[in-house]
């Protein structure tokens, strides 16, 4: 079992950046890694998705070219680093782990608790 644990999260204003971090303890995960995340009265969207085999990265849409996840194997953490933010990526951020993600929507894995991302 992998459990996760986000860290990162607080208030920025519109433009700034943010970087949050997932540090895994337990089992390594085995497929893949990635963050989540979902707005009061919306669903969960997913952000981004990394293999962690080969290192490939997917990004939604609406994060491409703003956001960047990296890891540090030594560690066991991955990074999120949130650049020119604005109030629409305001959400609580998850960390997952060992999902599958069909039409983007997440069905098993790991998740943490998330961290609170606000953006004004």
């Known amino acids: 079992e992998v459990q996760l644990v986000e860290s990162g999260g607080g208030s920025v204003q519109v433009g700034g950046s943010l970087k949050l971090s997932c540090a895994a303890s337990g089992d390594t995960p085995k497929t893949n890694m990635g963050w989540f995340r979902q707005a009061p009265g919306k669903e969960r969207e997913w952000v981004v998705t990394l293999r962690t085999g080969s290192g490939s990265t997917a990004y939604a849409d609406s994060v491409k070219g703003r956001f960047a996840i990296s890891q540090d194997n030594a560690k066991n953490t991955v990074y999120l680093q949130m650049n020119n933010l604005n109030p629409d990526d305001t959400a609580t951020y998850y960390c997952?782990?060992?999902?599958?993600?069909?039409?983007?929507?997440?069905?098993?894995?790991?998740w943490g608790r998330g961290t609170q991302v606000t953006v004004s």
């Open positions: 997952a782990a060992d999902f599958l993600l069909l039409r983007d929507r997440a069905f098993g894995g790991y």
